[in-house]
């Protein structure tokens, strides 16, 4: 039953699928049709999507599939001239009720391996993922302030935009907000609802958590080929 309703969601929207392969990608890569769409909203297609991997092929970039904690709203797509890029030989998934978008000059990049759900991908400038991220639901990813602040003494302005980079092994909580200036260590855990905006490159095998984070406990990182626990019979 699973495998029909993956095949059936996959079928609906294959038009969408071929339509956004060969659009973007050159057609030795579009013919594999590597990336596949569910219920996808075009609010622009302009810019480029990269695909840099050795090996090219069906469904390794999904994009808008929910999973088994979302829903069926798909994703919107929203490119008015910057590059979307996936980087290696892994697979790419982003989930249902998420948001990319890539402004004029923006510079998105995934590396293999990247989860993600009902999340939000804000990028007018430079935004980079390094591969193994796990991100969990409604969680926001932003470069820029996307408004102007000027300080009222000296009139100057400040810089509306910086890079947002993330270490290799994060794993994001529920509802996790990154802003603009944002850099990470590899192999760190975010907890829910924690507000990032600066530079964490010291934080390598620790849990951040709060508003704005730091770090909590040190000495932890998420072993994703180890995930089966006990639990014990409530008494």
């Not at 840099?52 to 797509?77: A, T, W, Y």
């Not at 969990?136 to 009222?152: E, L, P, Q, V």
């Not at 003494?153 to 994001?172: A, C, D, H, R």
């Not at 990182?221 to 180890?226: I, L, S, T, V």
């Amino acid at each position: 039953m699973n495998k029909l309703l993956k095949l059936f969601r996959i079928l609906r929207f294959i038009f969408h699928d071929i339509y956004f392969n060969f659009r973007y990608l050159p057609c030795k890569q579009a013919i594999h049709l590597p990336i596949l769409l569910y219920s996808p909203h075009f609010e622009s297609c302009r810019g480029k999507i990269i695909i840099k991997s050795k090996s090219v092929h069906f469904g390794m970039i999904q994009l808008g599939f929910p999973n088994n904690h979302s829903n069926l709203d798909g994703i919107i797509i929203y490119n008015s001239g910057g590059i979307l890029e996936f980087v290696g030989d892994g697979t790419f998934f982003i989930g249902s009720s998420s948001v990319l978008s890539v402004g004029k000059k923006g510079y998105l990049s995934f590396e293999k391996n990247i989860s993600a759900s009902q999340s939000h991908f804000l990028c007018d400038y430079r935004m980079i993922f390094h591969e193994n991220c796990t991100i969990g639901s409604r969680c926001t990813f932003m470069d820029c302030d996307f408004h102007a602040i000027k300080n009222i003494v000296t009139g100057e302005k400040k810089l509306p935009y910086k890079l947002v980079e993330i270490g290799s092994n994060n794993w994001f909580g529920f509802e996790c907000m990154i802003m603009k200036g944002t850099s990470t260590s590899d192999n760190i855990i975010v907890g829910s609802r924690s507000l990032l905006n600066k530079n964490y490159q010291n934080s390598t095998y620790s849990i951040l958590a709060g508003s704005p984070a730091k770090i909590i406990k040190k000495g932890y990182y998420r072993d994703f080929d180890d995930q089966i626990f006990n639990i014990n019979k409530y008494e």
